[in-house]
């Protein structure tokens, strides 16, 4: 089915590196990025070149790969008809995540107070 | 929410750490004080993580594990006052730490127990200060809420007793541990569980902890390769991390501070050396080959955006590298170091970086400074350029090195060209075709080398070591040469806690005993399980029509007159599936054909319900047609496995089946249009008495065979029923069913 997607970016700067995809939203889309998001699976998109001119049929075997980009499905928007898919990692540019643990009652029981 | 916002080209040498002032300098982290009051942990607070190893007598941290339970009590006679503390090391399992290690205050005194994923010490937390019957005697003032205990689950753990005389101040003071091997890890470079000094280990568990990157999405091929790069560079991280921070920040920041850069490449994250490497993972300083030349072949029409670092941002200055120095048995203390160029910012500006925390080699914090002082120095300008798509689409990523070459045409016979090398930033893949490369200006000496590298790997830290200033050892009451371990000894569930079951609860603290609740697992989501029910608008209220209803078969003909449905407008007729509600448009009619709409229902309906649906034209709305009236609704059609005893009307021959199709080649049988009466004449199926006829169209041709015509029309009657019925109207007869009925032929094809 068609579908359209925007440059894939590779930067050393923090964030940014998203990928969007706009995919038809008919019943089999829907269910499979419901699913995707649901279960954090994760979404495959590779960018091949090649030369059709001459060739109606189909395109040929040899074609060249110059992006591909792996990510999870982080946002999900559109309307009736055409779904948005946000691609990247969950790596949160806001929000404390490290160090990953924290004193809790079930670590520390009531602690000392001073 | 998203915000996107355009990249400024201005922005990069921010981006790129070409300018990266600290927002505020102050006192260095491994300043902490040693005789300050004893600090208590508290909910919610991080667990810190010890992150240290100790190697060739380099590394480790000086730590100040908080306390989460006390127990104070004083003898009757001599108000002596034992100090009982219940400390939380780090996050992990820890070696065994060696008596020489540990202090209070700036000694090492006390009795000591380490243990891991439980609370250490046997002592019940509380205070037990009573009367004392020596006279004059410090009244001792402790914390009446002294913790009430827990599970301590993936922790190490400390219990430390010591005995304190009657006036002694000391007994409150803060107690440390040195840290030669910090939490054990899976070492990326040997794949061996252990401590690590390797900030890519750190990271990598960082990361995994978080959950916030999938494993899939680490590049672990270039994680490697960093790891390698700190190791063979001796940039090693020996700290302890206990702010709360995030984790993208925490990254991208004290990366900078070993020369890595924290990139994205095909959607994977990993980490890349800031200086050109060699095949050992060592800076090199030779000559650099770049890996494309873009030229005005490539680039497209508006391609070119230049942007120079501003001048604040290259004027000279001088670095003040703060950094750990670490004795090997004593306290750590925090140096600096001043890295400036030869006669250049001799009294400023200043600018510190605080690398205390992590860094023990002074060479490390030079390094870094000297890299920080050859960017300033040495790179002019940022660029980016859009350039059609070409080889370079896949063989190009992030901190590979180009180089532009661009003719400027600036006088008659005397070009000038924008020629410089240049190191890759930010790669934009478009699917219109066009690359949009983000560089930074890599610069070189004659002999193609690069000028940061060379910087970098030249740099070294002056190599002195200052004597700690400590000259008075007699506080020690435990030896500073006692290498034995501390005794591994505390309670799984202390009495005095209250575990009520439970699942025990996971690293992360969670739901077990009477402090957490797991709610039951989630359910599947269903869908509405009532019709839609929506109240009727008096407005749009139509007056359903039942010009046709109840059974039907296929062949029959269903029909809205002009007498009943007499607007100007449409008819359209659906087949709705008689298990799922499914309706599916069948036909759209405009016009009526000799006063009627009509639909000739096919085997295609067989299970399904036929339905009309009328709407006169209205051209106010939308569709051009106002709301819609149900006509008619059929009941399902029934299935086509309905078979007769039948003889085939052949032309003159009459034969049984058996005998007729034992000649004739393959065959198709379907429901015909009509149905027949009790004579064998043609009915309506609708009429009273009608029987349903079967189509049979055969391919054959006797005289040839293997060539095949067709012939068709022949019409099953049932014979049964023929004989007795006596008149027009049938009783109802019982009709076989069957799953499959075959033909075959019997010639040679």
Redesign the interface.
């Known amino acids: 089915m068609p579908f ?16 969007t995809v706009e995919i038809p939203a008919t019943n089999s889309v829907v269910s499979e990025v419901e699913a995707a998001i649901n279960n ?1 699976r ?1 979404v495959e998109i590779q ?1 091949y ?1 090649f030369n059709s001119t001459g060739n109606q049929s189909a395109p040929q075997s040899t074609q ?9 499905v982080q ?1 999900l928007s559109g309307n009736f008809t055409r779904l948005e898919l ?29 | 929410m ?1 915000i ?1 916002i355009a ?1 400024p080209l201005g922005l ?1 040498a921010a ?2 750490g070409v300018s990266d002032a600290p927002a505020v300098e102050a006192a260095a982290a491994a300043a902490d004080s040693l005789n300050s ?2 600090m ?10 010890v992150f240290c190893r100790q190697v060739s007598s380099n590394g480790g941290i000086f730590v100040s594990p908080k ?4 127990r104070y009590e004083n003898a009757e006679s001599t108000n002596v006052l034992t100090v009982s503390l219940m400390l ?1 090391l780090s ?1 992990g399992s820890l070696a065994t730490v060696p008596i020489k290690d540990v202090f209070q205050g700036a000694c090492r005194k006390g009795t000591w127990a380490q243990t891991y994923d439980r609370r250490a010490g046997t002592w019940t ?1 509380g205070n037990n200060i009573g009367s004392t019957t020596l006279s004059g005697a410090t009244i001792w003032d402790c ?1 009446q ?11 190490t753990t400390l219990s430390y007793i010591n005995t304190f005389d009657d006036a002694d101040t000391r007994w409150d003071n803060q107690v440390h541990v040195f840290v030669r091997n910090g939490m054990q890890v899976t070492r990326i470079l040997d794949d061996s569980l252990g401590p690590s000094n390797n900030f890519i280990d750190l990271a990598l568990y ?1 990361i995994r ?2 959950s ?3 494993e ?2 680490i590049d672990t091929t270039g994680m490697t390769a960093a790891a390698n790069f700190t190791n063979a560079n001796s940039f090693f991280f020996n700290g302890q ?2 702010e ?7 990254l ?1 920041a004290t990366g900078d501070y070993f020369l890595l ?9 990993s980490f ?1 050396p800031r200086v050109p490497v060699n095949a050992n993972h060592t800076i090199n300083t030779g000559k650099i080959d770049f890996d494309f030349t873009f030229t005005e072949e490539h680039l497209l029409p508006d391609g070119f955006e230049i942007e120079y670092v501003p001048l604040s941002d290259r004027q000279d200055i001088a670095y003040d590298m703060i950094w750990r120095q670490q004795p090997d048995a004593d306290i750590g203390f925090p140096r600096s170091t001043q890295v400036k160029y030869v006669d250049l910012a001799d009294s400023g500006p200043y600018e510190q970086h605080d690398l205390s925390a992590f860094c023990a080699y002074e060479d490390h914090a030079v390094k870094v400074a000297a890299y920080k002082l050859a960017r300033r120095k040495y790179v002019t300008h940022t660029l980016r350029i859009t350039v059609r ?1 070409g080889t370079y ?2 063989s190009l ?3 590979d090195i180009c180089r532009v070459r661009l003719r400027r045409e600036t006088a008659v016979g005397n070009p000038g060209f924008h020629d410089y090398i240049y190191e890759i ?7 219109g ?1 066009a690359c ?1 490369f ?1 560089l930074t200006h890599f610069p070189i000496d004659s002999q193609q080398r690069s000028l940061v590298a060379r910087t970098v790997a030249a740099a070294s830290g002056p190599g002195v070591t200052i004597d700690v200033g400590r000259t008075d050892f007699s506080c020690d009451e435990n030896s500073a040469t006692d290498d034995t371990g501390l005794a591994n000894q505390g309670v799984d569930y202390p009495a005095f ?1 209250a575990p009520t079951g439970g699942s025990g ?1 996971g ?7 009477a ?2 609740t797991e709610l039951s697992a989630p359910e599947e989501e269903g869908e509405p399980i009532e019709p839609p029910d929506n109240p009727e608008d008096s407005l749009e209220e139509t007056q359903d029509l039942e010009l046709f209803s109840g059974e039907h078969d296929p062949g029959d003909e269903l029909n809205v007159s002009t007498d009943d449905f007499s607007c100007v407008g449409q008819v359209q007729w659906f087949k709705v599936d008689k298990n799922t509600g499914e309706r599916e448009l069948i036909s759209t009619q405009t016009e009526a054909i000799n006063g009627n709409y009509t639909l000739q229902i096919t085997v295609d309906t067989i299970d399904h319900e036929i339905v009309a649906i009328g709407r006169c034209s209205d051209p106010s709305t939308a569709s051009g047609f106002g709301a819609p009236i149900q006509l008619g609704k059929t009941d399902p059609i029934p299935t086509n496995t309905r078979v007769y005893n039948n003889i085939i009307q052949n032309g003159g021959l009459s034969t049984s089946t058996t005998e007729h199709l034992s000649w004739q080649g393959p065959a198709e049988i379907r429901i015909g249009p009509k149905c027949i009466g009790c004579n064998g004449a043609t009915k309506n199926c609708s009429e009273s008495g009608a029987r349903p006829t079967f189509q049979i169209i055969n391919y054959y041709r006797p005289t040839k065979p293997c060539e095949t015509i067709t012939n068709s029309g022949f019409a099953f009657q049932d014979h049964v029923a023929n004989e007795s019925c006596g008149g027009d109207d049938w009783d109802a007869i019982d009709i076989p069913f069957v799953q499959s009925y075959e033909l075959f032929r019997t010639d040679s094809c």
Do not use: H
């Not at chain 2, 306390?67 to 006390?70: G, L």
């Open positions: 359209a997607v925007n440059g894939i970016t590779e930067t050393s700067a923090a964030g940014g590196q998203d990928l954090s994760f960018i070149e060249t790969l110059i992006a591909e980009f792996t990510g999870q946002g946000e691609l990247g990692s969950a790596l949160a540019p806001v929000g404390a995540q490290v160090p990953p643990r924290k004193y809790n009652s079930f670590l520390i029981g009531a602690p000392l107070r001073k | 998203t996107r990249d990069l981006q790129n009051a004893q208590a942990a508290s909910i919610g607070e991080p667990v810190p993580i306390a989460t339970e006390a939380v996050e937390p914390p809420y002294c913790g009430t205990s827990g599970r301590y689950d993936n922790m960082l902890q978080s916030q990157i999938a899939t999405l991390f206990s709360s921070s995030n984790l993208e920040e925490w991208t850069r924290l990139i994205q490449s095909k959607g994977k994250y890349k798509s689409n896949s990523g992030i901190g930033e930010r790669i934009e893949k478009t699917t075709g949009v983000t806690d609860g690293g992360g603290g969670g739901a077990g005993g402090t957490g």
